[in-house]
């Protein structure tokens, strides 16, 4: 017991409570204190994302060796089948439930939070996906031209990102947390704003879990491992996933659940759980698809044709492999979509972004969790294929 209490999951769930308390008590200037708290930590947390990215990706490719190109290849097919078949599911949900549903879209009495005390920047050296290309064509040109210096190198970059993310990263995790949580309270949104769309919030999360069965499902039959050796271990992530509400911000919990598997090959969690936390966003495009067919019925009056839908779900599993795994990454990078496909007006842009924030949270957990069967299915491949662990043929 006293074991469970020292636990990460014990102390984010801490954090998710303390935070909602703090958050329907609080005046303002306490409140002026928690965003200033959530701002740093957030910056310090989003500052670490590339390092991480590096850290594991490219080290990971140069153990591939002349395998790195083809397991890239099998894994943005992963990716993108896993996405447009999520999206494909949540169209076929909404027209036979939404037009059943009856949903009001009036929200109002929501707070504003108050301003930062002070405001901390703390800017990445790069961009996550300029960390995620980067750290691609640095690992397939070690992996080229057989550079044992520099693959020495990263073997020692990642060992020094590792300890960032156990000393560093992990420990302050349960405060952003609190401090999101809190600010979510004071503003109403989770006593105000969540009732509106109970019903579609609900229903989308009954897909994420689908999704995730299905997922581990398949991952399970063709490894022919048992995935309930890696879900188990996931709790930590999707509770940070939630939390965070971003698949980077999770990245490196994600790491250490996927790492306790038994069953997963520990050249593919470093592999493949840092790229599919950037390329693989299921969860969100479920949650996104629906969320528009939704916001068409309560605006217009009508759901989009089924093929203006087919086209935005096929166009959406691409823009979701290139989205930043951040807070609305999927809805923000695919509003060229909504307006240009769909013809949402300003009010429906809005709106959609509003829904899509008030469960941004699940969609996200579903990402991370869902990242684990991709894993999985990549350790099948792998072994199916005789690629040796970190010893391919160059």
């Not at 894994?75 to 027209?95: D, E, F």
């Not at 999707?238 to 509400?245: N, R």
Request: aromatic content about 8%; some cysteine.
């Amino acid at each position: 017991m006293q074991k469970f209490f020292k636990s990460l999951p014990f102390r984010l769930l801490v954090g998710v409570g303390l935070g909602i308390v703090l958050g329907l008590v609080a005046n303002e200037g306490v409140m002026n204190v928690v965003v200033t708290v959530k701002q740093v930590l957030g910056q310090l947390i989003t500052f670490c994302v590339p390092l991480i990215v590096i850290g594991f990706i490219a080290p990971s490719i140069t153990k591939l060796g002349n395998n790195a190109s083809r397991l890239l290849g099998v894994a943005l097919i992963l990716a993108y089948v896993s996405s447009v078949g999520a999206a494909l599911v949540s169209m076929a949900a909404g027209y036979g439930l939404i037009p059943h549903l009856s949903i009001v879209s009036e929200v109002e009495g929501l707070k504003g939070l108050p301003d930062l005390l002070f405001e901390l920047e703390i800017p990445p050296v790069m961009s996550v996906m300029s960390a995620l290309v980067f750290s691609l064509l640095v690992g397939l040109g070690v992996t080229w031209t057989r550079s044992k210096r520099l693959e020495e190198l990263l073997d020692e970059f990642q060992a020094v990102v590792l300890a960032v993310v156990t000393k560093v990263v992990i420990p302050v995790l349960p405060f952003f947390i609190a401090s999101t949580f809190c600010g979510l309270a004071y503003e109403g949104t989770i006593t105000k704003q969540f009732p509106v769309f109970i019903k579609v919030i609900l229903i989308v999360m009954a897909g994420h879990y689908l999704w995730m069965a299905l997922l581990y499902g398949l991952a399970g039959a063709y490894s022919g491992k048992n995935p309930m050796e890696v879900v188990k271990h996931y709790g930590p992530a999707y509770i940070t996933a939630v939390g965070t509400m971003s698949s980077a911000a999770t990245l490196a919990v994600a790491l250490r659940c996927a790492g306790k598997s038994s069953v997963l090959r520990k050249d593919m969690v470093d592999f493949g759980i840092p790229l599919f936390a950037n390329i693989h966003l299921c969860g969100s495009v479920l949650t996104e698809v629906f969320f528009v067919m939704t916001v068409s019925q309560i605006l217009y009056g009508e759901l989009p044709s089924v093929g203006t839908m087919i086209l935005f779900c096929l166009l959406l599993g691409v823009f979701a492999i290139g989205a930043p795994g951040v807070p609305g990454g999927t809805v923000m990078a695919s509003l060229g979509l909504i307006t240009g496909i769909l013809l949402f007006d300003n009010t429906g842009t809005a709106l959609m972004l509003t829904i899509f924030a008030l469960q941004d949270s699940f969609g996200t957990a579903c990402n991370v969790t869902g990242d684990g069967a991709l894993t999985l299915m990549l350790t099948g491949y792998v072994e199916k294929h005789h690629i040796k662990d970190g010893k391919a043929v160059r």
